[in-house]
């Protein structure tokens, strides 16, 4: 069982910068790939960013590479989204979930949701 936590949305305006952690409970953090979601009013959830368990490796969706970087601490548990050059239509509330083994793009393969965090870019 995993409990995840997150923090760090709130208001920014467009061009700024915010980072997001989700912090988890549990001794196994490290088998977990973990993943950044996010939903925006009206809107289906969608995937942001993965990373391994172990190897640190990435994926992105193509309208935040370049822009938003995810990175884990397995001796803190926890995950991060650095988000740099924010722009309004990235606007949502951002989930981070956790999957046993290698994390995926699809947000049915993940096990484990935080209660998500808000983020409100402004033009």
């Known amino acids: 069982q995993v409990q995840l936590v997150e923090s760090g949305g709130g208001l920014v305006q467009a061009g700024g910068s915010l980072t997001l952690s989700c912090a988890a409970s549990?001794?196994?953090?490290?088998?977990?790939?973990m993943g950044w979601f996010r939903q925006a009013s009206g809107k289906e959830r969608e995937f942001v960013a993965t990373i391994s368990r172990s190897t640190g490796g990435t994926i992105y969706t193509g309208s935040v590479k370049g822009r938003f970087t995810i990175s884990r601490d397995n001796d803190k548990n926890t995950v991060y989204l650095q988000m740099n050059s924010l722009k309004p239509e990235d606007t949502a509330v951002y989930y981070c979930a956790a999957r046993a083994g290698s994390p995926g793009t699809w947000s049915g393969e993940y096990e484990y949701w935080g209660q998500g965090t808000r983020v409100t870019v402004s033009s």
């Open positions: 549990g001794r196994t953090f490290s088998s977990y790939g």
